[in-house]
């Protein structure tokens, strides 16, 4: 293929960045804004050795799965790229996208029924990141393409409180900064520059929180991502009625604040001293110890020591997934079941083929935290071979 050629082409899937996908002439062809069943026109911009970029000229024959996008950014914002796919069909595409990183990368032969759990597919998003547009434009979010902030005043995505804000042209920009966090949920409104500390209910807690530090952004899909979490505790809690609980990358402590009910003693591994220190304060009630370390300094530590095994342990990893002094250290000394959320298929099944000489992989689930978007969020519970 040669740039600027237009070519016809059927699209397949999508990536898990939201392209579309076809093949023409057996060579990969990735085009944005187009859909699962599309038959179109696109034009190349990019070849590589092994795949080609294209740009939608013109639908042939659309996809069923089409429909209106919600908000008049779309296309110009870089915060969606999925709008013009109908929910369902967005949540059918993730599936196939975790199940294909599990087999192409973890080699899984085959995986436990995956349970799928949907949001509401728009006013979900409790937590933003907002830009200053200009001295006299106002804020915006960035564009899909370069640098520059496209202005906005409605965010169909964003939580009840944040719309009023746009709406009403509430939230500013300190002047001292050039982008500024912003959450919202059930009453509770923090933004940077202004009141930023106070708490959220969380499935009937109160939890502490910074606008500054990571929460996630979508907290009725948080609260059912602790359903099974702690219902996967309470199958790891001796007979005995103590035991031990880790919470590793633990952020402001959500996971240990409701661990706390379970298990009389949590270790809690925070690198960020902010978050930490939270933490401790969300998961009081137990006997807590807190590690102000990097995953790898922690499992260090361990190494070679005659350290006793928790009976559960949760990790809510970064991107790149567990560090491999992390993984040995968990391979070494297995909780009876590790909870492990994912916010990277490619990494959570790197890991659990990793893991697998040690542990089994009893079930997984999608969490569509993030409508719209083609993130993906997953939680894979692993018990122990021992």
């Known amino acids: 293929m040669a740039i600027g050629e237009i070519i016809e082409l059927s699209i ?24 699962p069943g599309d038959t179109a026109l696109v034009r190349v911009f990019e070849e590589r050795r092994g795949f080609s970029r294209a740009s939608l000229e013109k639908l042939i024959e659309p996809s069923p799965f089409r429909v209106e996008p919600s908000c008049p950014h779309f296309g110009e914002c870089g915060g969606c790229a999925l709008q013009h796919i109908g929910y369902q069909a967005q949540l059918e595409q993730k599936k196939l996208l975790l199940a294909d990183a599990f087999s192409r990368i973890g080699s899984f032969a085959e995986l ?19 830009h200053r547009a200009g001295r006299n434009a106002g804020i915006g979010l960035k564009k899909r ?62 939890l502490k929180l910074d606008v500054n530090g990571f929460f996630q952004s979508n907290v009725p899909m948080l609260e059912q991502l602790l359903d099974e979490i702690l219902s996967a505790a309470r199958a790891a809690v001796p007979a005995r009625g103590d035991g031990s609980a880790l919470d590793l990358y633990c952020g402001v402590g959500t996971f240990a ?14 690198l960020d001293r902010k978050a930490a220190a939270l933490a401790q304060e969300n998961a009081k009630g137990t006997e807590t110890r807190l590690f102000a370390l990097s995953d790898d300094d922690w499992a260090k530590r361990r190494a070679g020591k005659n350290v006793e095994a928790y009976d559960f342990a949760v990790v809510d990893p970064p991107r790149v997934g567990l560090s491999a002094a992390l993984k040995a250290s ?18 959570l099944a790197r890991d659990a083929k990793e893991l697998g000489s040690s542990y089994e992989l009893s079930s997984l689930s999608l969490y569509d935290f993030y409508p719209q978007t083609p993130h993906i969020e997953s939680l894979a ?5 021992a």
């Open 12 to 35: 397949e899937k999508i990536t898990n960045e939201g392209a579309g996908i076809g093949r023409h002439e057996g060579k990969a062809v990735f085009v944005d804004f187009t859909a």
């Open 112 to 130: 436990p029924a995956m349970k799928v759990f949907a949001s509401a597919p728009y006013g979900y998003r409790s937590r933003m990141q907002f």
């Open 145 to 206: 393409a370069g640098k520059e902030t496209l202005p906005i005043a409605e965010c169909p995505v964003a939580d009840e409180g944040i719309r009023m804000a746009l709406a009403a042209s509430t939230l500013r920009t300190p002047q001292w900064l050039d982008r500024f966090n912003v959450f919202s949920y059930g009453g509770t409104f923090l933004s940077e520059g202004g009141v930023e500390r106070g708490s959220v209910s969380v499935a009937g807690k109160a």
């Open 257 to 270: 604040a409701f661990l706390a009910d379970l298990f009389p003693r949590i270790d809690l591994v925070e």
């Open 330 to 347: 968990l391979a070494e000394r297995p909780p009876r079941v590790l909870a492990y959320v994912s916010c990277d298929p490619a990494t």
């Open 381 to 385: 519970i692993f018990r122990s071979r």
